[in-house]
């Protein structure tokens, strides 16, 4: 077994324990591996093992990997930020987004998907906590955001991401994503068909299911610590 695949499966076995003790069932939650900084070498590993949703920060990175990569089954996610001109990159080639806090964006991302591909599957970041550094709208203003990208041809507005700031301990990480689930479920209570509440990373992901998580975002419990290359940048 490599070792890539021995950490997904300590992964998969924290999001079982994790279900097991709030009563979720394992399939509730599904693991997004988080392939950013790491090579194509590194997502055949991963997919090897059966995992084959991928999430990628910077974009043409992500790109590269896909054109690399196709054929195989793989389920891209662009997770991180978006620049203006970087939307039909992301609208060409990638299967969810999950970083939309702009009108704009999802209006761009709209009218760059190609006719001929599936709708783009969208997140709403919200930020929760007030964290300045990680983007998202504030709550108040989710619900006028999420009901303007479902009206969008090309997009299907599945839920929301949100990226808090590290906690102090297990019970803070979960008053934070609380926080998150309260707003997933306004959402829906709005009449928004919603199923993904896209939270948890690697240091708490465990906080992140016992609040409700669908999906977790995990990268340096899978493929290890990160080297950031000088001047390497989300854009």
Excluded at 71 to 89: A, D, F
Excluded at 143 to 171: H, K, N, Q
Aim: net charge neutral.
């Amino acid at each position: 077994m490599t070792m890539i695949a021995d950490n997904l499966q300590r992964v998969r076995a924290r999001i079982d324990t994790a279900c097991a003790r709030t009563g979720r069932q394992p399939e509730e939650v599904l693991l997004l591996a988080v392939s950013k900084t790491f090579g194509t070498d590194a997502v055949r590993e991963a997919l090897d093992t059966g995992q084959k949703a991928f999430g990628e920060n910077y974009i043409q990175e992500g790109v590269d990997k896909i054109n690399a990569l196709s054929g195989l089954g793989i389920e891209w996610h662009c997770i991180g930020p978006i620049q203006s001109n970087k939307t039909r990159l992301v609208a060409q080639h990638f299967d969810w987004v999950h970083s939309v806090d702009r009108l704009k964006i999802a209006q761009r991302l709209s009218e760059q998907r190609p006719a001929g591909l599936a709708p783009l599957q969208i997140c709403i970041q919200v930020n929760v906590d007030g964290g300045t550094n990680k983007g998202g709208v504030a709550p108040a203003d989710a619900l006028s955001l999420a009901r303007s990208v479902a009206e969008l041809p090309g997009l299907y507005l599945r839920g929301i991401m949100t990226i808090p700031e590290p906690a102090a301990d297990f019970e803070s990480a979960c008053a934070v994503h609380r926080k998150a689930k309260a707003v997933f479920d306004a959402l829906k209570a709005q009449g928004l068909k919603l199923d993904t509440l896209s939270m948890g990373m690697t240091a708490d992901l465990e906080a992140a299911v016992q609040s409700g998580s669908t999906m977790v975002r995990v990268g340096t419990a899978i493929f290890g610590g990160r080297a950031y290359p000088t001047g390497f940048t989300s854009a």
